[in-house]
């Protein structure tokens, strides 16, 4: 049984996004599974896999939006930093030996859920015209057309 069960209204229409916010759902259930388990070593390694690629997907995300002329960047890498920072800390907590996975995926899937359905949606037309005005997507149409 999953934790957290991918709800498509926060599809952002940017497949590799959207695949992204997918696989931090996928992290926050293996976590929650290993905890289950009691094994600590199990429950560090999902641990440290949830918190290296949410930090991963935040820096392929702002990447991704510091090629088009979005003007809310600069807030978006302060709310990405404060949550990094927010989360790091869970991660020193339950290196001290404090059970801080249930709390932690709640707050991650609120936050991943908010953060997606106001944050992240503002963004998308700035790439969605960036990707539609890129030489890939002419080529592609003037091979395959629309």
Known sequence: MNYWTWD???NLGITTIDAQHRHIADFINKLIQANITGDNIL???ALI???DYTITHFAFEEALIAQTNYPLLEGHKKAHNAFAERINRYKELHE???????PLAN???LWLTQ???IEDKQYVPYVKEK??????KAALTKFFGK
């Not at 001290?96 to 249930?102: E, S, W």
């Open 8 to 10: 498509k209204s926060l």
């Open 43 to 45: 429950t560090s390694q």
């Open 49 to 51: 896999g949830l918190l």
């Open 96 to 102: 001290a030996g404090n059970d801080i996975v249930k």
């Open 107 to 109: 707050e991650l899937k």
């Open 115 to 117: 953060h997606i359905k």
């Open 131 to 136: 990707v539609h005005n890129s030489w890939l």
